[in-house]
């Protein structure tokens, strides 16, 4: 059973850090697409940033030059560094990987894992 295990989260005042790790438990083939997604309250679930196993990133706009999102592939894990927080991050944090699983001999399936979320919440 492939699990997504969040940790990081906690109350910073505006202008500070925090990082958020992600690791992925379970047994995989391999992991593909893994970042983070965010959601205030009243809100949709938002990207914020996104990493292929490959390294290449993509942030949301309010993400870049604040974010640095990072994964160590032997350790299953992904990291968000976030610095110069505002209190608009305010949100829980979701961590999704896109994750391939051999289903049988001949047969390897993708899907989406998520996180349960941690809260993130920045005073101003």
């Known amino acids: 059973q492939v699990q997504l295990v969040e940790s990081g989260g906690g109350l910073v005042q505006a202008g500070g850090s925090l990082r958020l790790s992600c690791a992925v438990s379970?047994?995989?083939?391999?992991?593909?697409?893994m970042g983070w997604y965010h959601q205030a309250p009243g809100k949709q679930r938002e990207l914020v940033a996104t990493?292929?196993?490959?390294?290449?990133?993509n942030y949301a706009d309010s993400a870049k030059g604040r974010f640095t999102l990072s994964r160590d592939n032997a350790k299953k894990t992904v990291y968000l560094q976030m610095n110069s927080l505002k209190p608009e991050d305010t949100a829980v944090y979701y961590c999704?990987?896109?994750?391939?699983?051999?289903?049988?001999?001949?047969?390897?399936?993708?899907?989406?894992?998520w996180g349960l979320g941690t809260q993130v919440t920045v005073s101003s």
């Open positions: 990493i292929t196993s490959g390294g290449r990133t």
């Open positions: 999704y990987a896109a994750v391939s699983r051999r289903e049988s001999l001949l047969v390897v399936k993708t899907y989406d894992y």
């Open positions: 379970g047994s995989t083939f391999s992991i593909d697409t």
